[in-house]
């Protein structure tokens, strides 16, 4: 009887332990949203003759997470509880670029900076703004910011730059609602993307032609 007193004694002194410790089972959030894009409206236009590699966009914390990103006030940021996006943000933007760049049919070639594969230019992005921010009004205004660079492979040349932005006001404040807002955002910045990458990448790459004949 005392043997199993000091068992009984010693588990229940290792269960106030682990619990000091912070030592539970992990939370895992029970929704999982999957923003999709649109089909490509860059579809119009000449074949084009060079190759673009896509490179992950950078973030820095709390951007570069699944967990999706709200500031009820300026400077705090806080997360949406019991939800997240399909993977980490930057994977997830860099997926749908390059599905909108093999969809408009132009380029020989889009593929991931990842790869290894050759290619004439190379799309860089800063993940600026992703998130959900209250301004004093019941509902949240979604920003998304992207800074994009496009470089030439060759000589590693900054060719073109530019920064893309959108911000809309959430119909509601549930999450459904604040998804579906990033997602409208991002089927308005990414085609931008798409279309100035391929018209800076045109204009570099025939100047270099118009160079060499």
Known sequence: MKATWRILSSAAALLMLCGCLGITKKHEPSTVYAPTLAHSTAASGAPL??????????????????????????????????????????????????????????????????????????????????????RGATNPTVVIRLNAQLTQNASNRVIAARSFSWEQPSGEIAIGTVVATFEQGLNNVLP???????KSGEADWQSIN???R
Request: glycine content about 8%.
């Open 49 to 134: 003759a060079w190759q673009l590699l896509v490179d992950v966009p950078s973030a820095v914390d709390p951007l570069d997470g699944t967990r999706i990103v709200v500031m009820p006030q300026p400077g705090i940021v806080q997360f949406y509880k019991d939800v997240r996006w399909r993977e980490r943000m930057p994977v997830l933007l860099q997926s749908m670029l390059l599905q909108g760049f093999q969809e408009s049919g132009r380029l020989l070639g889009a593929s991931s900076l990842s790869t290894g594969l050759r290619g004439d230019y190379a799309l860089h992005l800063d993940l600026g703004d992703f998130q959900a921010e209250y």
């Open 192 to 198: 931008q993307v798409v279309e100035w990458t391929l």
């Open 210 to 212: 118009a160079k060499t």
